[in-house]
């Protein structure tokens, strides 16, 4: 199977500051990767995606970077807010089938 | 706002039982997917569903499972006989576009498959 995984398990950020959510991918073959939020209970939110012709794409107060080189792709989050604490993960697709990491549980501390 | 649902929530089944996990997509989507995750793992891709057929199916979905679409709202999965490595939470997923367009897929809240 693929190898997609995140660099830090979890992640804790003051209310207000940025968070920045990493992920690092194993196929070079990937042309498309989407980052997903998974709150406790509840199934993955798609967060924003982003095509391996582009190195950033920018939503509502998230953007994800795209570095091929290296094989890495970041999140990050504008302005953490109490309501970003959740599990973030990224997945990645070479082909028809997704491969998903094991994701980042992101705290926000009041 | 649309939402993917999914019965039961949970459920509990014996060793070797059969299943079937049900699912509602949105109404206007015609790209259909169930996933598992194990407690604790990550989400796992098995199988992807359009135009009443199968489009794509990982190592994980053998003979064991199947889908189908049998009217023009629900989507199953079954589990022919289950094993007590089944126990996940099964989601199911759909979106309105599929292979080289928008992949966002809207999850549904999930199915916890306990096998004893």
């Known amino acids: 199977g693929e190898s997609v995984g995140l660099h830090l398990p979890t992640l804790s950020v003051q209310e207000g500051d940025n968070s920045i959510i990493n992920c690092a991918y194993s196929?070079?073959?990937?042309?498309?990767f989407i980052w997903y939020k998974q709150e406790s209970g509840k199934g993955p939110q798609f967060i924003i995606d982003?095509?391996?012709?582009?190195d950033k794409r920018q939503g509502q107060r998230v953007t994800v970077l795209l570095n091929k080189t290296v094989k890495h792709l970041s999140l990050q989050i504008a302005a953490t807010q109490p309501g970003d604490s959740a599990v973030y993960f990224c997945?990645?697709?070479?082909?028809?089938?997704?491969?998903f990491g094991t994701g980042t549980s992101l705290t926000v501390i009041p | 706002e649309p939402e993917v649902t999914q019965t039961p929530s949970h459920q509990v089944t014996q060793m070797g039982q059969e299943v079937i996990l049900r699912c509602v997509p949105i109404s206007n989507h015609l790209y259909f997917y169930w996933y598992r995750q194990i407690l604790g793992q990550k989400v796992e891709f098995l199988v992807s569903?359009?135009?009443?057929?199968?489009?794509?199916k990982s190592e994980i979905f053998d003979d064991q499972f199947s889908v189908e679409r049998p009217d023009g709202s629900n989507f199953t999965l079954k589990i022919r006989s289950t094993k007590l490595e089944d126990s996940a939470m099964y989601f199911c997923?759909?979106?309105?576009?599929?292979?080289?367009?928008?992949?966002?897929?809207?999850f549904g809240p999930g199915t916890r498959l306990t096998v004893t």
């Open positions: 982003i095509r391996s012709n582009m």
């Open positions: 997945a990645e697709n070479p082909g028809n089938q997704f491969y």
């Open positions: 569903f359009y135009n009443n057929e199968i489009s794509e």
């Open positions: 196929n070079s073959a990937s042309d498309y």
């Open positions: 997923a759909s979106s309105e576009h599929g292979q080289r367009s928008s992949y966002e897929q809207y």
